[in-house]
């Protein structure tokens, strides 16, 4: 694909210049990932095992699709239920509902609750605010998007289920970790290889949510 460079505004160009770069976003291209997401979702499942049985899953901040292409693939429950929230909408794929709108808008989150039958496995979100260029107040956005999370998922996850929440480092995510551990049997943070280096993201992983 060609650009004309003098179109291009320098923000733009150095985005281009290091998505040509990144290993990540070719090995996406070559193994048919629709991001170079995918990885980190892979990483954790790699290291956690979240996936595999999982019968009712939700993907939070799906979109383009590469969090529930690997939700789609890792889970042996061919009978699973994966719901994707975004608010954009994506190409279909199989196995896959998608649920189109604002996720703390209450009547989509109804239509999301009502949707399952059961309490669910599992609910991985990579949700992230549009970031301003001021750490400090992306962190902040992104933790009242994760404790909005939270909120949801105490009323939608079954005994045993598991959690995945990405964060940007900053003064909140350590009291953040101590409240999820009030619920689950074990709370971590863990930051994929595939995260670039200079990003703030780090992922919270909680497992066992015990009632």
Known sequence: ????????????????????????????YHEGYRSRAAFKLLEIDDKFRLIRNAKFIIDLGSAPGGWSQVLAERSVNKNAVI?????QPFHSLDRIVQFCGDFEDKNLRLQIIN??????????????PPTSGHASIDHIRIMMLAES?????QNMLANNGNLIIKLFQGSREK?????????????CFFKPKSSRSESSEIYVIAVGFEK
């Open 1 to 28: 694909m060609k650009f004309n460079k003098g179109n291009i505004k320098p923000s733009s160009r150095v985005w281009l210049s290091r998505q040509m770069k990144d290993p990540y976003v070719k090995r996406a």
């Open 83 to 87: 719901a994707s929230i975004d608010l």
């Open 115 to 128: 949707y399952f039958p059961e309490k669910v496995s599992l609910i991985a979100s990579d949700m992230a």
């Open 149 to 153: 999370t939270w909120l949801f998922a």
């Open 175 to 187: 009291a953040f970790l101590e409240s999820l551990r009030t619920s689950f049997r074990k709370v």
